[in-house]
């Protein structure tokens, strides 16, 4: 399984990102997927998640301003951020879970792919 992430960059505090994560090597739409970042010291840690049923779940710093989806059709998952603040900056990792179920997963662990990251950075 590859996941490659695009979308990052810089922007200004309250201004939108959307990132974007193509998955191959398996088939996408039985599978959950998810959104973690890093900052730099901290440990990895879950933004969002998607089942394959499309339900959602979102950590809660970013409940209202962040947006998972995803379309089967082209094996990409998304993230779209808005209202983005300087402590939204990290290198944002996207996920693929490991196990084939309607589930909807928030644990580093329960995820056994992940792409290369993308760098977000929103200057105050």
């Known amino acids: 399984v590859q996941l490659v992430e695009s979308g990052g960059g810089l922007v200004q505090a309250g201004g939108s990102l959307r990132l974007s994560c193509a998955a191959s090597?398996?088939?996408?739409?039985?599978?959950?997927m998810g959104w973690f970042r890093q900052a730099p010291g901290e440990e990895r840690e879950f933004v969002a998640a998607?089942?394959?049923?499309?339900?959602?779940r979102y950590t809660d710093s970013v409940l209202g301003r962040f947006t998972i989806s995803r379309d089967n059709t082209k094996n990409t998952v998304y993230l779209q951020m808005n209202s983005l603040k300087p402590e939204d900056t990290a290198v944002y990792y996207c996920?693929?879970?490991?196990?084939?179920?309607?589930?909807?997963?928030?644990?580093?662990?329960?995820?056994?792919?992940w792409g290369q990251g993308t760098q977000v950075t929103v200057s105050s």
């Open positions: 996920a693929a879970a490991s196990a084939s179920s309607g589930s909807i997963w928030l644990r580093r662990n329960d995820y056994a792919y």
């Open positions: 090597g398996r088939t996408f739409s039985n599978y959950g």
């Open positions: 998607i089942s394959r049923s499309a339900f959602t």
